[in-house]
């Protein structure tokens, strides 16, 4: 069993930065695919970045790409999402998810249904 812990949301002005952290727990979790989704009211959950078990390989959203990084440190069982240069349609709760899986295959690590294990989430405002 695997638990995502968020942690790093909140408030920010357009053009701030905030840096989203998860813990997940196991020791498993370098051979874990993991995952950023955000979801915002009346809207369905949307592939945000991801990166592959060994950290090698990362993929981003279009509406995020050149803004936010993704990475891993398997030493300490966490994926970070730095959000740099952030705007008010940013605002979103942001989710952790990990996806057993020991390949990069793009379609598959955006692909929502494909991920076993979710975060409780963490809210992300921007203003402006």
């Known amino acids: 069993q695997v638990q995502l812990v968020e942690s790093g949301g909140g408030l920010v002005q357009a053009g701030g930065s905030l840096r989203l952290s998860c813990a997940c727990s196991?020791?498993?979790?370098?051979?874990?695919?993991m995952g950023w989704f955000r979801q915002t009211p009346g809207k369905e959950r949307e592939f945000v970045a991801a990166?592959?078990?060994?950290?090698?390989?990362?993929y981003y959203a279009d509406s995020v790409k050149g803004r936010f990084t993704i990475s891993r440190d398997n030493a300490k069982n966490t994926v970070y999402l730095q959000m740099n240069s952030l705007k008010p349609e940013d605002t979103s709760v942001y989710y952790c998810?990990?996806?057993?899986?020991?390949?990069?295959?793009?379609?598959?690590?955006?692909?929502?249904?494909?991920?076993?294990?979710w975060g409780q989430g963490t809210q992300v405002t921007v203003s402006s």
């Open positions: 196991g020791r498993t979790f370098s051979s874990y695919a």
């Open positions: 998810t990990a996806d057993h899986y020991s390949g990069s295959y793009y379609p598959r690590l955006a692909r929502e249904s494909d991920y076993e294990y």
């Open positions: 990166i592959n078990w060994s950290g090698g390989r990362l």
